[in-house]
């Protein structure tokens, strides 16, 4: 509710047209803060709010508007103005925002820009989704590598002007190809020896990002090394710009995202909830429902087949959704687990004969524990005067579904990743129906067995 203290006056500021008061608005309040406390203003209330300050503290709260309000914004208020504050955004946030404005728009946008930004959007747009291209930013402090440590200095005092953020100081040759880098406390130290060359103290054994490379491999190397920061090259190792580690949060959030969808059994929505079109949203859940209706139709049938053996033991038709749901539970754990393991890197594919033994033996632990309750239950639901091997059927029946489970759960992301896929598309609905056409025919068969 703390968004909403703010709003009262902000939209009596607004109605009195209070420049004064929604400057210091803008300026007393941490950029974050000032976004959150506009939430409750539509696109143009809040455009007029962030108009009465300075340029700096405008791009800075504009930045941290919800995606959909900043959309709004570029598409609906005065293309000159707009302009204005895209020229001034970060290079990778200029990209992702502009992709998302209808194309007549963007046109428009472009011709006003300045030439140096309009070129740096066109290159970094061209990079394909999902790579270290598309979210690297090009704002980057850079020295050369013949620079002595006093010239170094004057050269990142001068760099400080342009960059607001400098991470590390990454030193180029005369080509621009990265040879290392160097840290403000070499820097410094070296002042006892101003003449001392970079190429001289420099660190040349660094971690890198292909500008080709998916982004979620680039974030797992940020994370493991613990960077503020990584370098992406070229394949002529030519520095092209940075990935930040707000950049990699950003990527996380929408990797896991999208694994979370995958994992729900729906196709990962290309912009949020509210601005996905209904048609939109049918397809990317009936596509995957149409797919599962499939499986549980095969379910279905092989129950039809076994219509006989139904009719001469009835009360197995009782006992169908614990098998059921046993088996594909135990399936959609295994699946979960795996397909973070793989996301997080803590599973690779050639750890696949160590995952199949886990699982197996973790079946059996949770498959034997099932079994005694389903014994206990057998007792007492099934009907008197049946053959003392007819109480076997539901323990070895949940047994056998949650090994099974366990082990198509577990083995069939390794599997997808082995081939190039995205594991999370093995989603646990998906695991627990294939699971649930398998428990069936082992259920009918061991009642035909022991029945």
């Keep these: 509710m703390i968004n909403t203290l703010y709003l009262p006056e902000l939209r009596e500021m607004l109605a009195e047209n209070d420049s004064a ?178 190429h001289d103290i420099m660190e040349s054994d660094l971690v890198l990002a292909h500008v080709d490379e998916d982004q979620e491999d680039v974030a797992n190397k940020v994370a493991k090394m613990d960077l503020l920061a990584i370098p992406v090259v070229d394949s002529q190792h030519k520095l092209l710009g940075i990935i930040t ?71 197995l038709m009782a006992f169908i959704p614990l098998v059921i749901s046993s088996g594909g539970n135990s399936g959609s754990q295994s699946a979960t687990l795996i397909i973070t393991a793989l996301s997080r890197k803590h599973v690779e594919v050639s750890d696949l004969s160590k995952v199949v033994v886990r699982e197996l033996s973790v079946g059996l632990l949770l498959g034997g524990s099932l079994a005694a309750l389903g014994f206990i239950a057998s007792l007492f639901i099934m009907p008197a005067g049946l053959p003392a091997s007819a109480f076997l059927i539901i323990p070895l029946t949940l047994l056998a579904v949650v090994v099974c489970g366990t082990l198509i759960g577990s083995v069939l992301p390794i599997a997808f990743e082995s081939i190039g896929w995205d594991p999370a598309i093995m989603s646990t609905p998906l695991v627990a129906g294939i699971v649930d056409i398998i428990g069936i025919v082992i259920y009918v068969n061991l009642a035909i067995l022991l029945g």
């Design 245 to 315: 580690h707000d950049d990699v949060i950003d990527v996380v959030r929408e990797e896991a995202t999208e694994d979370a969808h995958r994992i729900g059994a729906v196709d990962p929505l290309d912009e949020s909830y509210l601005r996905t079109s209904l048609l939109t949203l049918s397809w990317k859940r009936g596509f995957w429902l149409s797919f599962l209706f499939f499986f549980a139709l095969i379910t279905t049938i092989a129950l039809d087949n076994y219509e006989s053996v139904m009719d001469k033991w009835k009360w």
């Design 21 to 198: 008061g929604l400057r210091d608005f803008c300026e007393a309040l941490n950029p974050v803060r000032a976004a959150e406390f506009m939430s409750g203003l539509d696109s143009a209330e809040t455009w007029q709010v962030i108009q009465q300050t300075d340029f700096d503290s405008r791009v800075d709260i504009f930045l941290y508007l919800d995606d959909d309000k900043k959309t709004e914004i570029l598409e609906t208020c005065p293309v000159e103005e707009v302009a204005d504050l895209v020229a001034g955004l970060p290079p990778d946030d200029r990209v992702d925002l502009l992709q998302n404005i209808d194309q007549t728009r963007l046109k428009k946008v472009l011709s006003i820009i300045p030439i140096e930004e309009r070129r740096d959007f066109q290159r970094l747009s061209q990079y394909p989704e999902e790579t270290a291209g598309a979210v690297m930013t090009t704002e980057i402090a850079r020295l050369t590598e013949d620079l002595t440590t006093h010239e170094a200095l004057n050269e990142i005092a001068r760099q400080i002007e342009e960059y607001e953020t400098i991470y590390y100081l990454y030193v180029v040759d005369a080509e621009d190809r990265l040879r290392g880098i160097v840290s403000a406390r070499q820097l410094l130290a070296g002042m006892r020896q101003p003449d001392t060359r970079l």
